[in-house]
Every structure is written in C-alpha cells, then in structure tokens.
C-alpha cells in the first residue's frame, strides 16, 4: 500500500482553505495535516510537523508565500503548489521551483492535474536510494532550466494568463508588445497572449539593450526589426522579419538611436 501524501493549505481566506479542502477530500491517498492563514502559522507547522507537500497562497495577511519559503528554507520546504488570484507572480514561482501554480478561481479538473504532477514526483521514492526528496529536488531543477531566472539584463520569460492557467512565454521569441485598452498585447513566435497591465511594467523589466520603446503604445525587440522606413513628419515605419509594420513615434525616436552604432 503506497504512504498517504501529507498535504498542508495555505490560504487566509476560510472559503479558498475549504474548497481545497474538499478537492482533496476525493484523493483516496491524500491527508490533509492542517489548514493555516497566515505566514507565521504555516512556517510554525513546517518546522514541527511532517509535510509532504504545501498548497500555498502567495498574498497572505501578515506576509507572502514568499515569506514562508525563505523562513523554512529551500532545503527543508517541501514540494509546493503556489495558489493565487496574482499571476504576476507566476515567473518569480518558477524561479524558485514550484511544482506547479494554480491560478482561483481554482478548477477542480486544473487542481487535478496538479495533483497528479506532485503524486508522480512523489512516487518516485519507491526505488529507494535518495528518496523522493532527491526526485523532487531533480524536477525543480529541471523546472528552474525550463523557466529560468531574470538577471541585471531583465527577465527571460513573461507569464501569460490563458483559460487553463498561465503560460510561459520565452521573451527570446517575444516580437513587440502592444497596449490593447487595459490590457498588454504580447505578440511572440507562438501565438499572441493578452496579459493585465501598462506597458510601462514591461519595459522596466525587459533587457534595455533589446527591448526598445518605439510608441507610446508599443515595445519592439530589435532581434525581429528588419529595415526602418521614413514615414512623415518624423515618424518612421519599423519593419519586422514577418512583414508587420509598425509606426516608430519622433518622440521616442531617440530611444532606438541609442542602440547603434552609427547615426541615422
């Protein structure tokens, strides 16, 4: 008979704790070890109880499931699954290897896979010899190759909210973003992702080198720009690989200047 997986909630909101609650109430070899709502309450559980698994909140009232991560300890955490309304925060998850990040309102077939995802990770210890704690720790590492980590020269993956949960989109394939009414438009190699936010995030975040804004309203990667064209009063047409036009503003003209050598 396989062990039964001992899994603690994190949530500060009761109805959220309950709902997963329930959810794993249908896992025939899932034990539910405690429901907390706060940081301090869960870091205090961690250090004293058996846990094989956390279903974590990120915005907690005295604190973040950040918090609680860098009390316990990456070594002695164990697996989590962040939890959360925010997904801005879907990169920064990835980064510090979780093994999955649900987004609430939470679907039970989505909440499934999660667990299914953690179940054969930790099924991994039947062969003995390091335990599932090594099998973990291995698919965080691949995890953290998956998505990376952002350095001085900006991020080098953006999240994507999709109906299924958030995408990862690599910026390497990202052509240019556009403002899209509240709303950011990313048009990359894959497909086009519209994500909440101003454009102004993006730009503080990507690699200032590669990442130019040309627009009040859009944001290219030079990597993609194939030939500028004089358009009028100033203005340019910049013209992609791909054929898309975009307009290039007198006002931000200096913004793309800087990048090359030469004048123009």
Same mark, same amino acid.
């Given at each position: 008979? @396989?062990?039964?997986?001992? =899994?603690?909630?994190?949530?500060?909101?009761?109805?959220?704790?309950?709902?997963? @609650?329930?959810?794993?109430?249908?896992?025939?070899? %899932?034990?539910?070890?405690?429901?907390?709502?706060?940081?301090?309450?869960?870091?205090?559980?961690?250090?004293?109880?058996?846990?094989?698994? %956390?279903?974590?909140?990120?915005?907690?009232?005295?604190?973040?499931?950040?918090?609680?991560?860098?009390?316990?300890?990456?070594?002695?955490?164990?697996?989590?699954?962040?939890?959360?309304?925010?997904?801005?925060?879907?990169?920064?998850?990835?980064?510090?290897?979780?093994?999955?990040?649900?987004?609430?309102?939470?679907?039970?077939?989505?909440?499934?896979?999660?667990?299914?995802?953690?179940?054969?990770?930790?099924?991994?210890?039947?062969?003995?010899?390091?335990?599932?704690?090594?099998?973990?720790?291995?698919?965080?590492?691949?995890?953290?190759?998956?998505?990376?980590?952002?350095?001085?020269?900006?991020?080098?993956?953006?999240?994507?909210?999709?109906?299924?949960?958030?995408?990862?989109?690599?910026?390497?394939? =990202?052509?240019?973003?556009?403002?899209?009414?509240?709303?950011?438009?990313?048009?990359?190699?894959?497909?086009?992702?519209?994500?909440?936010?101003?454009?102004?995030?993006?730009?503080?975040?990507?690699?200032?080198?590669?990442? =130019?804004?040309?627009?009040?309203?859009?944001? %290219? @990667?030079?990597?993609? %720009?194939?030939?500028?064209?004089?358009?009028?009063?100033?203005?340019?047409? =910049?013209?992609?690989?791909?054929?898309?036009?975009?307009?290039?503003?007198?006002?931000?003209?200096?913004?793309?200047?800087?990048?090359?050598?030469?004048?123009?």
């Amino acid at each position: 008979m @396989n062990p039964r997986i001992r =899994v603690l909630i994190v949530d500060d909101e009761a109805p959220a704790r309950l709902l997963l @609650n329930s959810y794993l109430a249908a896992e025939p070899d %899932v034990e539910v070890v405690g429901m907390c709502g706060t940081a301090a309450e869960t870091v205090a559980h961690l250090r004293a109880r058996e846990t094989d698994a %956390v279903f974590l909140d990120i915005r907690l009232a005295d604190g973040t499931g950040f918090d609680v991560l860098d009390q316990v300890g990456p070594e002695v955490m164990p697996p989590v699954v962040f939890v959360t309304a925010y997904d801005e925060h879907a990169i920064r998850a990835f980064e510090l290897h979780a093994i999955d990040y649900l987004l609430k309102p939470v679907a039970e077939a989505r909440f499934r896979a999660a667990v299914a995802r953690l179940r054969e990770l930790l099924s991994r210890d039947a062969g003995g010899g390091g335990g599932a704690r090594e099998a973990v720790r291995a698919a965080r590492e691949l995890l953290a190759g998956a998505t990376g980590s952002h350095s001085a020269q900006g991020r080098g993956y953006l999240a994507a909210r999709t109906a299924s949960g958030v995408q990862i989109v690599p910026v390497a394939t =990202v052509r240019y973003l556009r403002v899209d009414g509240h709303y950011v438009t990313i048009h990359s190699a894959s497909g086009t992702h519209l994500v909440r936010g101003a454009l102004s995030d993006f730009e503080d975040e990507l690699d200032a080198g590669r990442f =130019v804004r040309i627009h009040r309203s859009t944001i %290219v @990667n030079l990597d993609f %720009v194939r030939e500028l064209k004089p358009w009028f009063r100033g203005d340019y047409l =910049v013209l992609l690989l791909d054929g898309t036009e975009l307009r290039l503003s007198r006002r931000f003209r200096a913004n793309l200047s800087r990048r090359f050598v030469s004048d123009w």
